[in-house]
């Protein structure tokens, strides 16, 4: 009978299994219960303002009347029913689907394409790398008021520019922010340009994770660039690009601070979010029960979205390791 001189994959998970108080001596048990000690304050403060919060809101979700959480009283689902029979709630949420949906695709093809592009060896590559990470570093309520600057109708230098090229007439220029259309996709050109300098930079760490061996046997086999991105760098990188999809599809159902200072959700509510209303009707009219219900539905589509990329993360990861 031949021993082959490969472990099998099952091998090696029954000997990660092995009940881990038998490989740790006494100094590695110290060790361990003072890495938990460590840890305790940091737990502690998540809970604090993770966990409490999430539970306030969903008890508030139920309660009703009061002003400022004052004088509240159960409710049962009135708050739901309320929402449900609300349709500036059904614009803000269609408007925050669609948001989250068309920036992150957005970052998610420019950010990666950027990374590629500053993968490659080239003089002064250092110059491209520190361009892309020139707009996160600018605070998002600074360049949403930059943007509005930019755009106003009257001063701004949007119009300067083409009424210096003749492109428009000063006695009629162009209000960028005065239409539901243009308003709108001014905010996802903003957010795409905002959030693509962290897409560029998470792909960039994956890339260079990846092995060059890998591409050099590729070259060797006569690959070309198109089957050993899709071959190679696309299958390697796809644990990179699920986590990095995950924290842009949660920061961007939770849009605040580039909204209400480009556009305040208008003209009307034609830019306004969930996260908008929320803060309408908690910070603005002391309805916290109400907006709690709408924290509550938008915690839970933000839960559906993490498990979606969380399954198709694990499943990337059990191929990996199972080629």
Do not use: C
């Given at each position: 009978m031949q021993t082959s001189l490969f472990t099998s994959s099952?091998?090696?998970?029954?000997?990660?299994?092995?009940?881990?108080?038998?490989?740790?001596?006494?100094?590695?048990?110290?060790?361990?219960?003072?890495?938990?000690?460590?840890?305790?304050?940091?737990?502690?403060a998540l809970l604090l303002v993770g966990v409490y919060p999430a539970v306030t809101s969903l008890i508030y979700a139920f309660e009703k009347g009061g002003y400022y959480g004052i004088h509240m009283s159960f409710g049962g689902f009135t708050n739901f029913v309320r929402l449900k029979n609300d349709p500036q709630f059904w614009s803000s949420l269609k408007f925050s689907l669609l948001y989250t949906v068309i920036t992150v695709g957005g970052q998610m093809i420019l950010g990666t394409a950027l990374a590629l592009l500053a993968n490659l060896k080239f003089p002064g590559r250092w110059v491209l790398r520190a361009a892309i990470l020139f707009p996160w570093v600018i605070p998002t309520a600074t360049n949403s008021v930059i943007w509005q600057y930019m755009f106003n109708d009257q001063y701004g230098m949007i119009n300067s520019v083409l009424i210096h090229l003749h492109l428009m007439s000063a006695a009629h220029p162009v209000v960028w922010l005065g239409t539901a259309q243009s308003a709108t996709w001014l905010i996802f050109i903003l957010a795409i340009w905002k959030a693509n300098?962290?897409?560029?930079?998470?792909?960039?760490?994956?890339?260079?994770?990846?092995?060059?061996?890998?591409?050099?046997?590729?070259?060797?086999?006569?690959?070309?660039?198109?089957?050993?991105?899709?071959?190679?760098?696309?299958?390697?990188l796809m644990p990179t690009l699920l986590v990095t999809i995950t924290l842009r599809t949660i920061e961007s159902l939770q849009a605040f601070d580039l909204i209400i200072a480009f556009t305040n959700g208008g003209p009307g509510i034609a830019t306004q979010n969930l996260g908008?209303?929320?803060?309408?009707?908690?910070?603005?009219?002391?309805?916290?029960?109400y907006g709690s219900a709408i924290v509550t539905v938008l915690m839970l589509i933000t839960l559906v979205f993490v498990a979606v990329y969380l399954s198709m993360l694990f499943r990337a990861d059990t191929s990996e390791r199972k080629g």
């Open positions: 099952d091998e090696i998970t029954q000997a990660e299994e092995l009940p881990r108080r038998q490989k740790l001596g006494p100094l590695g048990r110290s060790e361990e219960r003072f890495a938990w000690m460590m840890l305790t304050p940091v737990l502690l300098s962290l897409v560029a930079l998470l792909v960039l760490a994956g890339l260079q994770g990846i092995p060059n061996e890998i591409y050099e046997a590729a070259r060797v086999d006569g690959a070309t660039h198109l089957q050993t991105f899709a071959r190679i760098t696309l299958p390697l908008l209303y929320i803060y309408t009707q908690i910070s603005q009219y002391g309805d916290y029960g």
